[in-house]
């Protein structure tokens, strides 16, 4: 794993000696004396890590993190203080100030390369997310993303599987009011209950009796609704090496005991807003992609997503030799719907008759709004005489109970036309099959309208 570190001190020497044990790592380094260098060093380069000193003249640490942590362009770019002094307050400065970590002076060196590392990671992550959101759509993710994120008050949901009773009642007296803790004491249990409710963060402690506590932690990571759960592990003081292990099987953090309330809360809560961030990301993109492939004003998939899927699903017919049919559908005289019923009326014509449409077709088939009134549904492993009788179904629903517009309880008639056509045995393609179908549809609206017309295959 190799990613830039950004090394923010006053002291050179300070920073001389981060940079030989990060490069020591195979880190990339990037070095900074002054806070006003460090922002622009993160505005301008690639900076997956800043480690901030806390004192430093004119601007200190904690004003550093405010700006870069307020600045949409450099939130997410996580950092860790490094704090001179033991000092709580100076934890709860650092926090405040939006940071993600903290790390005291003389920094032991286990502690420093698991942060960095994790942070390395859940930062991967992030931007792969914002990658593909920002490359999706066209708007500026930051924005979407402050628009939406979830508050920060809310409690997070919290799972602790620990089979230490008096550990557990440190723990839950530790973070009353503060998070929404369960408690499994069984590790199988616990891991059941993990990959049944959401949770925001589930903490491990490594003192089981007789069960390994990195197998959980595998589990976790390997099963598909609990791959991104924030893991903690709450360890023993000489557990080093068992702490290394956990965080290449992907665990984000590790507290040591006796566990301290200002850091169990400053940790739970880091893992907590990177997880509700990513979360934010994940479904933006999601969202995305389907407003990409989705008709706004029906629901129906829209005529990109039939170009780029019709193809597949004609090739696959034809190399199973499998049946594949396909209808236009056109709304009768939709131009007078319009003309007198004005744009709202038209478009609740077409909601109600692609809610129609999607009753009357299965799972597997392929409803689209081609554009306009015209509709295109795409039927796999079915025989044209069989499209034929699905298209009848259709046009009688359409035809069989009016529409009703606006909220007066206006109703209207509303007819369809609908022409079918059905992949030919030989040579055939797209093209052609959706030519039939449109000249299938031609002849039905020359034909007096309200009709399906088939072209035989
Ligand atoms: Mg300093």
Redesign the pocket.
Known sequence: MTARILVV???PA?VRLLEVRLLAEYFEVLTATNGPDAIETCENGKVDVVLL????PDMDGFEVCRRLKSDPATSHIPVVMIT?LDQVSDRVRGLEAGADDFLTKPVNDLQLMTRVKSLVRLKSLTDELRLRASTTRNIGIEELLSRNFASEDTTPKVLLIDERKSSVERIQKMLRDRADLDIASDPHAGFFQAAETPYECVMISTAFADFDPLRLCSQLRSLDRTRFMPIILLAEEGEEERIIRGLELGINDYLMRPIDQQELTARLRTQVRRKRYNDQLRASVTQTIEMAVTDGLTGLHNRRYLDSHLQTLFDRAVARRRPLSVMITDLDRFKAINDTYGHDGGDEVLREFARRLRKNVRGIDLACRFGGEEFVVVMPDTEGVVAEKVAERIRAEIAQAPFAIGSDGKTIEVTVSVGVSSVLKGVDTVAALMKRADLALYEAKSGGRNRVVAKAA
């Open positions: 001190d006053d002291i300070n000193d806390v004192m430093m001179a």
